[in-house]
């Protein structure tokens, strides 16, 4: 069987390990030019019921556990004052422990045979032959005919069209991304209120999310529910324009807080969130399949990053099971993804979710106390 994969993140190469670890070879195609050809995100929460299971199913549990961050399940909630409304130390049994995604990228791809990832081929186009058999057509003039085309593009999957007409759609929020460096020594007070984890500030339509990453780089998220007429009145290539603009959201707000936006050592990036309808599926068609956000984009809920991982790791254990027979590994593999991703968070209502009009509901506060005892 010739397994062909588009695109080397979490999704693919998570499928292409457990191929590989079945004795079944696969070609991954990313368009990137190289591992290093872009930052890789931050910190990822891989969860004991399904990113573990994923990592356990691809025999790289004590890699994984090397890479895992002691301390970084710690949780805080702040007020627009800076005031801690809750706080919950990591005490290591969360379940979710912290890695960096570049990291566990980086070790999904030790983890294959060389030569399985080729860089820098880019999709042009897919093509159905008849008989469940496609060709791949790439940016450098080359093309591939397969037994089995997996798509592991993203949200803007080229292969996803073969299956279905749906596309992302706006959710009404985007992240402003921002890094503060050495946080310790020249932003202490910013450091201190972050605390060893994960710090959320928000109100209504408005929030700021920032984690410690390795060492003392403080990673943030600005969240803004607006229209994406909003953003576009901003150059984003302008620092002082863009920390200015974005800052005057939270005006009023902790100096330890919007220092996170106006102190960033990097060019803040905009990051529109798009999703797939919810309950997004599509009937059987031979030779051809979907994982991680080429299947179910949803907004950022924290189960994004492990449920691609599982679609790979299911994929490639049903692939497995059937030997000989591609579509009963692909019925079978589709019909437990559709379940699992029927009911997505609806990004569009996450601010209003996770924090009210004058800030965390009494009830969210009580949820987390829970948690904590």
Known sequence: MNVTIIGAGLAGLTLARVLHVHGIPAVVHEAEASPAARAQGGMLDIHDYNGQLAVEAAGLLDEFRALTLAGRQAFRIAGPDGAVLFDKADDGAGGRPEVQRGELRQMLLDALPPGTVRWGRKVTGVRALGDGRHEVTFADGGAEV?????GADGAWSRVRPL????????????FVETYLYDAEERHPAVAALVGGGTLAAGIGDRAINAHRERGTTLHTYVILNRPLDWFAAIDFTDFEQTTARIAAEFEGWAPELTALITASDTQPVLRPIFALPAGHRWDRVPGVTLVGDAAHLAAPDGE???????????????????PGDVEAALAAFEAAMFERSAKPTDGA????????PDGPPEHLREMFAAMAE
């Open 146 to 150: 397969t037994d089995l085309l997996v």
């Open 163 to 174: 299956l279905s007409d749906a596309q992302p759609a706006y959710t009404g929020e985007s």
């Open 304 to 322: 994004g990053a492990n449920n691609a991982m599982l679609d790979g790791a299911d994929l490639g254990r049903a692939l497995a099971a059937h």
């Open 349 to 356: 209502e996450f601010l209003e979710q996770m924090f009210g």
